[in-house]
C-alpha cells in the first residue's frame, strides 16, 4: 500500500518519477506527489487524485532537479487531502519523505516535538519522519537515518530527500523497499514496476536495512549499524506485461492472459511438488493461510485436499493465524498463497509460525517478494505482472498449484498435471469473445441490482466466495457468497422477486443438493443464474463451462471474474482501481 519511489542520476528527475508512480498507481490512488531538488532548494508539488488527474493540474513532468522522491496514497493516517499528500517535509523544508506503512507512536513522538518547536502542517504520522530527521541532522545523514529508524514502531519503509547534500535514503522496516541500479543512477522503491522500464538490475534491502545513495550507493544494517554487502540481481521481467496493450483495462487483458498463465503454473518442478507433497503427508497439521481472493484459494485447498488426497489440511485467514499460534510446532507446515507477496497479515502470521520453529512454503506470483525471500521454499505462479487490483490470473495460477500439490500427496501426480493440461485448453477456449458477450448481456440484466447472492457446494463453496469478492470489489455491487446448505439457515430471508441469485452446479456429488437450492430461491421469485456445464430447466440464465471434473473451480472462477468486470463497466467503475482498495496491501 501507497507507492514510494527515490531517484537519483543525471536525468530530469520530474518525469522520471512521474512515470514510475504511474506504475506503482496499483499501490494506492488517493493522492500523489512528487519533490525534485535541483541541489539547493525543493521542489513539491502535490494534491489529490489520481496521477494522471495531478499532472494535469500541476505538470509534474516538468519538474526540474538530478534527484527525487515521489508517492502514490492510500491513505491511514490523516483524510484524504491535498495538505496529507507526501512528500511531507520538516520546518527547514530542506528534508522531505515519502512513507508507506504505520508508525504506531507517531502521536507521542509528534507531541514530543511540538513541544520543542517543531511545526505540524500535515494530520500524517509520515510527517514526523521529516521532523525527527531535522533533529538528528546534526549526528550526519546515516545517523540520523538509523536513530530514527529505531524509533518508530510498526511496520514502515520510507524514503528521505537531503536536499542541501543531494543525497537519498531509504529504510525497510516491515514494508517493501528494492534498489534498482542504472548506469549512473539509482532507484529505490516500493516495487520493481517502478523502474523497470530503466534497468532490470536490482538490490534487495533486507529486512531491518537501510540504503544511502550520494555519488555512490550503501547499505547499513539499522540495529548494528555497520555496513552490508549486496549483490546485484538481474531480473526477467518483460515490461509490456505491465502494459494494457489493445486492452481497454489491465482486468480483461489478465482474464484472458489466463489463456497461457495457467499453462505456466501447472509447468511446475516435479520433483520439488512430490518432495513437498511427501512432506506435507508426514507433517503434523498444515496450515493454508491467505487474505482476501488468497485466501479463497486457501480455502479451496482443504476442500481439494480432503477430496483428492483425502488428507486434512486447514485454512486460515491470515489475519486471524496468530490466534492459532498454540497448535503450532516444528512439525507444522505453513503454506502461504499470495500474489503479491507482500501482504502484511500474511508476514506476520509467517512471523508468528517462524517462531514456533514451523517450515513455510509458500506460493506466491512475486519473485523476490519479501515473503519468497522468508520463506524456506516457494512455488512460483508464473502469471507474469498483475497489475488490475483484483486478482485473476495469480488466483487461478495458485489453485493449479494446489491441485498439483493434493494430486502429489494422493501419488497421482501424473494424472493431476494431465487433468491440469486439460483444463487450462478448456480455458483457453472458453475465454472467447462469444462467451464474453453472453456474459454481457447478463451483465446488462443485472447491473442496476443492489444485491447478488451467489451459493455453491463443496469444491465450489469458496469458489461462490471468489465470486462475491470479485464482484464487490470491482462493480460496488453488494454481492455475498453462501454455502447451499446455509440458504435455509438465514440468508433465503433476503430473496425476493427479482433478486440475482449465481448457482454453481458441478457435475459431481453436490449436484442434486444444488439443484435443490437452487429451486428454493427460485420459488420466491429469485432469478437464478446458472453456472454448471449442463443446462437445467430452472435456469434463467444459463453460464456454460466446461466438465472438468475435479478442477471444476478453476474453470468456475472465470465467469465470476468476467461477470465482475462487465458489472464494473455498466456501473462506470473504475475498473483497475476499485474503489478504497489497493493492490498490495502492506498494512494489518
Ligand atoms: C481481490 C484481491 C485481494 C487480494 C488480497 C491478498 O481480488 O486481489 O483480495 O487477494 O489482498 O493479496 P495477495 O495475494 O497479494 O497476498
Redesign the pocket.
Known sequence: MCGIVGYWGRRNAGSILLQAIRNLEYRGYDSVGICTSNGEILAIRKDKGKVEEVNGRHSLHEMTGNIGIAHTRWATTGKVTKKNAHPHTDCTKSIAVVHNGIIENYERIRERLRAKGHAFQSETDTETIAHLLEENIHLGIGQAMISVAKELEGRNAFVALFGNEGVIAGVRKGSPLIVGVGGEEYFVASDIPAFLEHTKKVMYIDDGQMVVINNGIHFFDIDSQKSVEKRIVEIVLDMKQAEKGDYEHFLIKEIMEQKETLFRAINQDEDEIRKFAEEINQAFGVFFI???????VGLMGEYIFSKIAKKHVNFVL?SEFPSYEHFLTSKTLLIP???????A??MKAVEVAKKKGVKVVSII??KGST?DRISDHSFLVNSGIEKS????K??TG?LAIVFLLAYACAGRLEEGKRLLIDTASEVNDMLNPRYEAHIKRLAKKIGRRDHIYIIGRGLNYPVALEAA??IT?VSCIHAEGFAGGELKHYSIALISDGVPCIAFVANDETMADMLNNAAEVKARGGYIIGVSPEKHEIFDYWLKVPDVGNTSPIVNIIPGQMLAYHLGLERGMDIDY?RN?A???TVL
Open positions: 491467505g487474505a482476501g481472493t488468497a485466501g479463497r491470515a498463497i499470495s500474489q503479491s507477496g507482500e501482504t497479515d500474511v506470483n512475486v515473503l487490483v483484483a486478482s485473476t495469480a488466483t495458485q469478492i470479485k470489489e476499485c482498495l493492490k498490495s496491501v
